[in-house]
């Protein structure tokens, strides 16, 4: 079985080698890699085209002013990225189906809410037209249906539609959210043939991808994106100030509930002001420079069953536990300590210069006794780990390190930060945070969230699951999201970097015996 293995991540190393060497010699342009995943014969005839002079980029530029203009051999190369071809339908406010009562028309927000960064964050679902409707069918009952069961829902998400009023309270004043109807002018598999991020971006409310605050503002905005096949790329933004990852997932479901006709009611719990109570005089926000403005580079890393298997039988460097390693811990040690080398080798990294990850841990499940998980508002915290690049990185290490820095965020812990007693641990917690930021250089981080287990693939809004989830990067200047993949168990990891790291580590050869670059999403439902 050695052999096996051995051969494996031999012939996959190769393969990305090759990729790689053509990446460097042609000026990041990266000719479509056949697919590791699943060697239909369609995928075999389509790649042999792709050596007859085709090619596409996987690289993201959010600088707007760049991203149609790249370079080979000296020679500009114009709009290298296929843009979106897309028509806006309508612009609406939904509003909830009925009024929010007097008493409820503020909503105090926690205070991990207070100090939460005021940013959007931008998600897709693509789901696809499975019973054949007419594109006619899906613009007027599909829509129409939707936005009956979102105004539905809204008077139990309240708060939802109305407005921040300042740092510590939304005003519930049923003014609405933002929805918005587009047609794109290609079928949905064309589009998930090669999803380059930036043309996923193409299919986002307009408005709500800025670093602007979002004060006055709507908290959510919707398009719904509807392909010429009659498939749907539903794109929402949510604000972070109210919106984890669990209470997206949570909203999604009520929707995808309530649009089926599901006696299933899904309420949120709002008492998370009351468990950590915000504070006025708070001293520390979360540091700015964790987030950028810069030009960055997003790619996905796919890793099927098989080289998640091989990468959990690493052993794990912890105190703690003598249990294998999870998948987030795997994986995300593995970026971490990827990301850490390409910095390592763009800038220098003295023996005291450390290298961070910041992972961010959902509080609902490790709190004694368990927090509701109807619980709305970002019950999250960031547990730090830090890594020395100048020193070497051992994988089992840094494995140790993320589970030693989650495992903290323990009961004890949460239960030091309840009411207002835990307003001077919030003080300290931020305090340190500012000071990490202040020890490590700029960039010199990945900021981690993990979708695992969301169940997302099992949300059904009455015509079919969707065939591929996708989170964008909301400005943060080195992200890492864990995704779960439509079949087989395996994970995708979207890392955002600096163009110049991340042209070090999409070639890194460690990484590339465990992970595919950027393989369409298709290869799922093959």
């Known amino acids: 079985m050695k052999w096996l293995t051995a051969a494996r ?8 080698s090759q990729r790689c060497r053509i990446h460097r010699g042609s000026s990041r342009h990266v000719f479509g890699a056949s697919n590791a995943l699943a060697w239909s014969k369609h995928d ?9 002079g085709h090619f596409y ?14 370079f080979q051999d000296g020679k500009k190369i114009q709009n290298e990225v296929k843009k979106v071809d897309i028509e806006i339908i309508s612009r609406e406010t939904i509003k909830p189906s009925s009024p929010t009562p007097e008493h409820l028309r503020t909503y105090n927000f926690c205070i991990i809410d207070q100090y939460m960064y005021d940013i959007y964050t931008p998600l897709i679902l ?4 499975t019973d054949k409707a007419s594109v006619t069918d899906v613009l007027t009952k599909r829509s129409k249906h939707l936005k009956e069961a979102l105004s539905k829902i809204l008077t139990r998400f309240y708060p939802v539609a109305g407005k921040v009023k300042d740092n510590l309270r939304i005003e519930c004043n049923d003014e609405g959210i933002s929805y918005t109807e587009a047609r794109v002018n ?17 299919l986002i409310p307009e408005s709500f991808f800025s670093i602007e605050s979002l004060k006055g503002n709507c908290l959510l905005g919707i398009q719904v994106n509807i392909f010429k096949c009659g498939g749907i790329g539903l794109s929402t933004s949510v604000s972070h100030k109210i ?3 669990h209470i997206y997932f949570m909203f999604m479901n009520a929707w995808a509930a309530a649009a089926r006709g599901s006696p299933q009611i899904v309420s949120p719990s709002f008492v998370a002001s009351k468990i950590f109570p915000t504070n006025p005089h708070l001293e520390y926000s979360v540091p700015s420079k964790l987030r950028t403005t810069k030009r960055l580079s997003t790619k996905r890393f796919v890793f099927d069953s098989t080289a998640l298997a091989l990468l959990k039988a690493q052993p794990v460097a912890s105190a703690s536990s003598a249990n294998p390693p999870t998948r987030t811990e795997a994986i995300s040690a593995l970026i971490w300590k990827t990301a850490a080398n ?7 990294f003295g023996p005291q210069s450390p290298h961070a990850l910041l992972s961010m841990v959902n509080l609902r499940t490790r709190a004694s006794p368990p927090f509701p998980k109807e619980s709305i508002g970002n ?11 100048s020193e070497h990185l051992d994988l089992p290490t840094m494995m140790g390190e993320v589970r030693e820095s989650i495992a903290k965020l323990n009961s004890d812990f949460i239960e030091s930060l309840k009411g207002e007693n835990g307003h001077e641990t919030f003080n300290v917690i931020l305090r340190k945070i500012n000071q990490l930021a202040d020890m490590i250089g700029e960039g010199d981080f990945v900021f981690s969230t993990s979708l695992l287990n969301s169940g997302v693939y099992e949300l059904d809004f009455g015509w079919g699951k969707p065939i591929w989830f996708y989170m964008m990067n909301a400005g943060f200047a080195r992200f890492l999201t864990l995704n779960d993949t439509l079949k087989g168990g395996g994970v995708e990891a979207i890392v955002t970097l600096a163009p110049d790291e991340m042209e070090i580590f999409e070639c890194d050869p460690e990484l590339l015996s465990y992970a595919i670059v950027n393989p369409s999403p298709l290869v799922f439902i093959r």
């Open 342 to 348: 390409a910095a390592s080798k763009v800038r220098p």
């Open 379 to 389: 019950l999250v915290d960031a547990a730090g780990a830090i890594c020395f690049p």
């Open 44 to 52: 075999q005839m389509h790649s042999l085209s792709l050596y007859s």
């Open 243 to 245: 919106f984890d990852g």
């Open 186 to 202: 290609e079928t949905l598999q064309d589009f998930l043939d090669h999803p380059d991020d930036e043309r996923v971006r193409g």
């Open 9 to 16: 991540k031999a012939t996959q190393r190769f393969l990305n």
């Open 57 to 70: 980029s996987t690289s993201t530029v959010l600088n707007a002013t760049e991203s149609s203009q790249r």
């Open 126 to 129: 693509f789901l696809p037209n």
